[in-house]
Every structure is written in C-alpha cells, then in structure tokens.
C-alpha cells in the first residue's frame, strides 16, 4: 500500500468515529430528557433514520422489513385513531361549541375576526381515517310531529314552545328543561286536525303574548281543494282553538307559502301552474305570478329586501319576483329566471342569507349550491332567462323525493348550514366556502326540519314521528 495513502485513510476513520460519537451523544442525551420529563405526552425528537418506541423507550433503526418495525406502524396507526375519537370528550359536542359561538360566550382574543374559520375548523376538520360521530342526547317520540318546526314566543319565559305539523295536523309543543336535575321533556299541547296534508306553516307576528296565530297551507286532492288556512293557538292546554280557512285555491293544489318579514301581513303561495300573493288583512289575492305552467314548490322573501320573492320551480328554474313592477293585468312576470344546473331537478329548498341577492338552492337530487344574482354573466336567448354558475357547492347531501327535507341555518352568526341526510347523517357546512362537511352527526333517522331553541340547542324533526335533541 502507497505510504501516501495512509494518512488520509486514518483522517477518514477519524471522520467516521467522531460521528458516530455525536449521534451517541445525542441519543443519549434525548434519552436523558425524556427520563427527566415527568409529563405523560412528550414530544419526542426525531432522530434520523430512527424511530422511537414509547414501550421501550428507545431508539431503533428504521427497516421496513423488519416485523416489529410493521407492528410499531400498525400500533402507531391504532392510537392516532383513538386519539382523534376521544379528542372532543373534553369540549363538548360540535352543537354545543357551535351555540357557544353564536351567542357571543368564547373569548375573542380566541376567535379573532381574520383567523374565525382557521380557528373553528381546527375544532370541526376531520380527517380521513376518523370517523367523528355525535350521538342524539334525547330522544322524544309520543305523537310527535315530523314537518316543518317553527318557534313561538309566548309571556313564559320559563318554557320553550314550538309548532310543527305531520300529515293533516299541526301540534303546537313546550319543551321544559330542568337545569338542577339536567332533565328535559316535551309535552303536546294542543293538536288540531285539518282536512288536508299540511305542506307549510308560517307563525304570524303578534302583539299578544297570551296566544298566536299559525298561517298554514294544504294541499288539498282530488276530494279536496288547496287551502290558506289560519289558527289560533295559546299555551294553555284548557283553552280552545280557532281553525278557519282564509282563501280556497279551487281545483289547484298549494306546494308551500311564505311570510313577508317586514311584518305587512303579505303571503305569497305557491301552487299548479302559477302562484298568487295574498293580503291577510283584506283576505284577497292582490297579485298573481306566473311561472310559465310549472308547479311552484318553494318560496321564500329576501330578507334583505322584502320587496324581492324568489320562487324554487317544478322545472329546476329559479324565478326572482318583485311586486312593484306588476302589470295591468295584476300579473306578476319573473324579473330574472335561471337554471340552477345542467340536469333539470325539481327544486324543493330555498335558504335566504343575509347578503343581498345570495340564496341557497337545494333540489330532489341532493345538490346543494350557493347562488349570488350579483354574478349575472351569461345570457340566453329567451326573455329573462339567464344560466347562473353557483358561487359555492356543498358535496356529501343525500336527498330523497318521498321525504321532503329541510336545509337551515344557524340564527346568530348565519355561517353554518345544515341539512339531514337520506343516510341518517346530519351534516354541516361553511356556507361561505362549500366544499365538503365539516362535521357529521349520526341520527336515527332521516331529518326533515331543525329549529334552534336558546335551552335545548339544535332540535330536529325526524321520519320517525320522533323528536331529537342533540345538545
């Protein structure tokens, strides 16, 4: 061997030697940190090329071949499962934080106004590998209704009180909570039978908090013609009602009817063929809509602008209406109309939000999307008739066609949408950026309407003629 050679070899050992002496006095002095660390969890470092056994407490070498390296992954994988399925026992139930938001009682220096949705979805994102399910605290299932649900306030302040309606009833229901022994229940005060399915009930705002009035619409068939109808209920159960019939649409069936906000009294309802508006106080037709011969199955005022009435069609069109430009012959012409996707679908769900011109439109396939009329591009060439790309879709809702099902919104914030599922999972999203849940709640059964109570949280409606309360 070259005598040249020599020295570089020994500075090479050298080299080696000093390494390996280093990675030895790092492990070792890990080793000695995590000894002295009298926590549970630590954050172990990561060593090169090593992986870390918390039963052995040591390093080992990484090989992929080795079978207790494939233990150490499956093990590894089993507790990050468990950790993401317990990692919510400490706050709560997703209802619970999300009613906590709403009402103003987490700190803001926690949800600033520029990192809320970073910060909250931290809270709601799963991944793929958890399945985060919240089970129903309460379940109510005497007689209960399954329809729509809407709160009344009446002078008790004590008790919540709501009314809902299945079939060819409407029951109007108090839900009573005892905070000292954390017991709840609701019990059926008055239950009025009508002549026809109930597609819709509306609570009228009043002045008298002794009792309330209940605007409902009926179908009506082939023995029996479509009906406005309005109710007179109060929260003692000895007191009677009053049922009457207000308007009688002959040989036309009514789909759904909906309250003008700004308190005129004014009904628009939606029927075969067309609609009309209606005045309460005169109980006449004021106006009438044409929808071009196709069934008007959802309505609803922008809340926004009360003047504006957007109407969900047979034919998958969405119509926007506004009384102030009716004609001489009280008809009532769409001011825009546009189809909210490429496959025609009834539309049967219109949730307005705050914005002016934006609304939620849901149909019989299960599409939800979010439509802004501010972003009118492009034009077709029949009259009014425009096609509108969503601004934002929500993916995961089964809908089905037997079942009509509701969508909603948180009350407060009114960022949150929620809607129940063919598949028994109720399921909410960010209405300002769509895409998939953020979480998923496991129901019985399919859930038709929701109602946000200030003692109970979220209350929903199922096909069970049952009431669940997830708190």
């Known amino acids: 061997m070259n005598k040249s050679t020599r020295p570089k070899q020994k500075k090479r050992r050298a080299n080696r030697l000093e390494r390996a002496q280093s990675a030895s006095r790092t492990a070792e002095a890990t080793l000695n940190a995590i000894r002295t660390t009298t926590s549970g969890q630590t954050n172990i470092p990561q060593l090169p090329g090593h992986y870390y056994d918390h039963e052995q407490k040591r390093y080992f070498r990484i090989d992929h071949t080795s079978s207790f390296f494939q233990q150490h992954v499956a093990k590894e994988a089993t507790n990050k499962q468990e950790q993401q399925k317990t990692k919510f026992e400490d706050r709560g139930s997703i209802i619970s934080h999300l009613q906590k938001r709403m009402l103003g009682r987490v700190d803001e220096s926690t949800f600033r106004s520029d990192f809320a949705f970073s910060r909250l979805r931290k809270c709601l994102t799963f991944f793929s590998d958890e399945l985060k399910t919240i089970m129903p605290q309460n379940v109510y299932s005497r007689n209960i209704s399954i329809g729509n649900l809407k709160s009344i306030k009446f002078s008790n302040p004590c008790f919540d009180y709501f009314v809902g309606h299945n079939k060819n009833q409407i029951d109007l229901h108090q839900f009573e909570f005892n905070n000292q022994k954390n017991t709840s229940r609701i019990v059926l005060l008055h239950q009025v039978f009508c002549r026809s399915d109930v597609t819709s009930i509306q609570v009228l705002p009043h002045q008298n908090q002794n009792h309330s009035y209940v605007l409902s619409s009926h179908m009506g068939g082939a023995n029996s013609h479509g009906d406005l109808c309005l109710t007179k209920i109060s929260p003692t159960p000895q007191a009677p009602y009053t049922h009457q019939s207000i308007y009688t649409c002959l040989k036309k069936e009514i789909w759904t009817s909906a309250l003008c906000g700004d308190g005129s009294g004014v009904v628009s309802a939606g029927i075969t063929g067309g609609g009309f508006i209606f005045d309460l106080s005169s109980q006449k037709v004021i106006i009438g809509i044409n929808s071009f011969k196709s069934d008007v199955l959802c309505q609803s005022f922008d809340e926004s602008d009360s003047n504006l009435l957007w109407c969900g069609r047979r034919d998958g069109m969405m119509s926007l209406y506004d009384p102030r430009t009716v004609g001489s012959n009280r008809h009532l012409d769409p001011c825009v109309s546009f189809s909210t996707c490429f496959v025609k679908s009834p539309i049967n769900n219109i949730l307005q939000l705050k914005n002016y011109g934006s609304v939620v439109v849901g149909n019989m ?107």
């Open 365 to 471: 396939n299960g599409e939800l999307s979010l439509f802004d009329i501010r972003f009118i591009r492009s034009t077709s060439s029949k009259k009014s008739i425009v096609r509108m790309n969503a601004v934002a879709s929500y993916q995961g809702h089964l809908n089905g066609v037997s079942q009509h099902v509701n969508i909603s919104k948180d009350p407060m914030v009114g960022r949150y949408l929620m809607a129940g599922g063919c598949d028994g999972l109720l399921r909410i999203w960010d209405i300002h950026r769509g895409g998939p849940s953020l979480a998923q709640i496991v129901t019985s059964e399919q859930i038709t309407d929701f109602l946000w109570m200030d003692q109970v949280g979220l209350l929903g409606s199922n096909t069970s003629k049952a009431y669940t309360v997830v708190m």
